[in-house]
């Protein structure tokens, strides 16, 4: 029995996978504008951990808030303590 040859648009496992698509020329993707570098100081691309002890009861009602709103504990910790430093 011959070998199968799936070569270009012979291979059947090419219809289940996507092409990668172009990026578009002059897309604007939330850079700086041309000629100037992004400050790596204010740039955040890591995450910190912290280890929080609270009461049970506000762990309780934090976990209830956050599936009400359909978010994560750790979101909805994230955007309360944003919201307190806000003030």
Do not use: C, T
Request: hydrophobic share 35%; glycine share 6%.
């Amino acid at each position: 029995m011959p070998k199968k040859s799936f070569k270009d648009d012979m291979n059947p496992a090419l219809q289940f996978i996507s092409a990668p698509e172009e990026a578009s020329e002059g897309a604007d993707d939330g850079g700086p504008p041309a000629g100037y570098k992004k400050n790596p100081k204010y740039i955040e691309n890591k995450s910190r951990r912290v280890q929080l002890l609270m009461q049970p009861s506000l762990h309780q009602r934090i976990k209830a808030r956050a599936e009400l709103e359909g978010k994560s504990f750790n979101d909805l910790a994230n955007i309360l303590l944003e919201e307190a430093l806000k003030k």
